[in-house]
């Protein structure tokens, strides 16, 4: 198990090798973003009167009796969330509670680096298909209700970070008004790992005005690609093994600005053949089907400086997204780490100078798959800390 989420961890670390060069000087005749097969559970559809309800609140709910934790009950909320232009949407997500209360509630956001709907973890926890299902475990053992969203929403925009933070976000308000859960105002705690680790990131620094009601106690992320667009630029137009998982964050940014990113007017016609092969695609596909590919291969240069463009991708990047978070935050980064350490450290930097208390660890001589276990033990009792009450540690300078 160890052996396959450092694996999948370590082909994380690519998302952005083809995300920033996706613009070009002549349009092609296709039909604009490709969005994923449609979700066949009527389960996970809006209802028609969305509009009535307020972010967070929950629109259907369902017991899920078959699960994989003897003793807990789950079940799985449709809420009402926001996308990023300030939409409403309806997203799903899983609510585990290890038998009677009170219970303190985690929200973890596992590393879903896909784009079809089949992969979300709703679908993934029960299909054998989450590869971080071990985690929770962790989460479940010290008593804890653990939520957790498919923050990549209801078109797997895979890539829209801030998106995944307001869906998480919105899904901890869901877990705490659904009544048969008895959670109220249960104190919260959040908790992400590389793709996780953003969408965390980003519900962290929304709170203070996305949802500031909320109870959050502390936070903890690790191995965070801070700006996935500078990891393009290093990546550079050359072969590389984890090409997929870049193309595949152009491909859900599309879906998610589709104004802003027109890969028809981008794509070479290998790129639009790459476009319609992934489409549907959970991660192992999406990293075999573009492995050894290039930039210049998939897309013609263009127009990539366009500032619609460069907005979006800016809009996304903890680095430069203006937000602080206002709670406790625990850090962790492999040394060797793949996703850049410097980009971390001078983000958490900025953070401690606005006066959050953050505790950043380096893990020495680790990369980004070996260095998610010794955090992620550090993770679970610096949180078990926050619920207790105790003084936050901080090694800001």
Not at 25 to 44: K, L, M, R
Not at 52 to 61: E, F, H, K, N, T
Not at 174 to 180: G, K, N, Q, V
Request: proline share 10%.
């Amino acid at each position: 198990m160890r052996q396959l989420i450092r694996s999948m961890l370590v082909r994380s670390c690519g998302i952005a090798a083809a995300a920033i060069a996706v613009m070009a000087t002549a349009p092609a005749a296709h039909a604009g973003a490709v969005y994923p097969i449609a979700e066949p559970d009527g389960f996970y559809y809006a209802p028609g009167n969305l509009g009535d309800s307020a972010p967070g609140d929950v629109l259907r709910s369902r017991l899920m009796p078959a699960n994989p934790w003897p003793g807990a009950t789950v079940w799985q909320l449709l809420f009402h969330s926001t996308n990023s232009s300030g939409g409403p949407i309806a997203a799903v997500t899983t609510l585990i509670v290890p038998g009677p209360g009170p219970h303190p509630l985690v929200s973890y956001q596992p590393f879903v680096n896909s784009l079809g709907m089949q992969c979300a973890p709703s679908h993934a926890l029960f299909d054998g298909g989450l590869k971080e299902s071990g985690a929770l475990e962790l989460l479940l053992a010290r008593g804890w209700a653990v939520a957790v969203p498919d923050h990549l929403g209801p078109t797997s925009a895979y890539g829209a970070a801030r998106l995944g933070g307001q869906i998480t976000l919105d899904g901890i308000r869901a877990a705490e008004r659904f009544a048969p859960a008895g959670l109220g105002n249960s104190p919260v705690g959040m908790v992400g790992y590389s793709g996780g680790a953003m969408a965390t990131g980003f519900a962290a620094a929304l709170a203070p005005t996305y949802a500031p009601e909320l109870p959050i106690v502390g936070f903890a992320d690790g191995g965070v690609p801070v700006n996935p667009g500078k990891i393009a630029i290093d990546v550079g137009d050359v072969p590389h093994p984890l090409f997929g998982l870049g193309f595949a964050v152009a491909v859900g940014m599309e879906r998610e600005y589709p104004d802003a990113l027109p890969l028809d007017n981008a794509l070479t016609p290998a790129g639009f053949a790459m476009r319609d092969r992934i489409a549907n695609s959970c991660v192992d596909d999406i990293i075999s089907a573009g492995a050894g590919h290039t930039i210049g291969e998939m897309f013609h240069r263009g127009i990539e400086n366009d500032p619609t463009l460069i907005g979006a991708f800016h809009d996304n990047a903890l680095e430069i997204y203006p937000g602080v978070p206002r709670v406790p935050m625990y850090e962790w980064h492999g040394g060797n780490d793949q996703v850049p350490l410097d980009l971390a450290l001078n983000t958490a930097g900025r953070y401690c100078a606005a006066g959050t208390p953050v505790q950043f660890d380096i893990i020495p001589g680790a990369d980004h798959g070996t260095a998610i276990f010794p955090g992620a033990v550090k993770a679970v009792s610096y949180l078990s800390d926050r619920f207790a009450g105790v003084p936050p540690p901080s090694n800001c300078h």
